[in-house]
């Protein structure tokens, strides 16, 4: 599966993105969709998840509040919508999916996923 992430930019600080990924060619059913995300000269981070079956979605502590994710079925998509953004969340984003749906994808393993795509890069300007 080659997943596609798009909707990266760049944006001022307290400013908002949409990021997108899609899964071309593969019917999602009990998949999860992950996001991740890699800043400059740090590791990996678990940005959050999504069910696909049940539209569960999951964000990770630092994201609460500023970060959605959601999904339109009709579209094979699922979306990372960012607001309040800062100088900290640049970084290269990227979706990953696991068609197993083990809740530890869902968790923000990312040992479990098994789809990764290219990512899209966010920059915040101060």
């Known amino acids: 599966v080659q997943l596609q992430a798009s909707g990266g930019g760049v944006v001022q600080t307290g400013g908002s993105l949409r990021l997108s990924c899609l899964a071309p060619g593969r019917t999602l059913r009990s998949d999860v969709l992950g996001w991740f995300r890699r800043a400059p000269g740090k590791g990996r981070a678990f940005v959050g998840a999504i069910k696909w079956s049940s539209g569960t979605a999951y964000s990770a502590d630092f994201v609460k509040g500023r970060f959605t994710i959601s999904r339109d079925s009709s579209k094979n998509m699922v979306y990372l919508d960012m607001d309040l953004l800062t100088p900290e969340d640049t970084a290269n984003y990227f979706c990953?999916?696991?068609?197993?749906?083990?809740?530890?994808?869902?968790?923000?393993?990312?040992?479990?996923?098994?789809?990764w795509g290219q990512g899209t890069l966010v920059t915040v300007s101060s």
């Open positions: 990953a999916l696991d068609t197993r749906g083990y809740e530890s994808s869902y968790n923000g393993y990312p040992e479990t996923y098994n789809f």
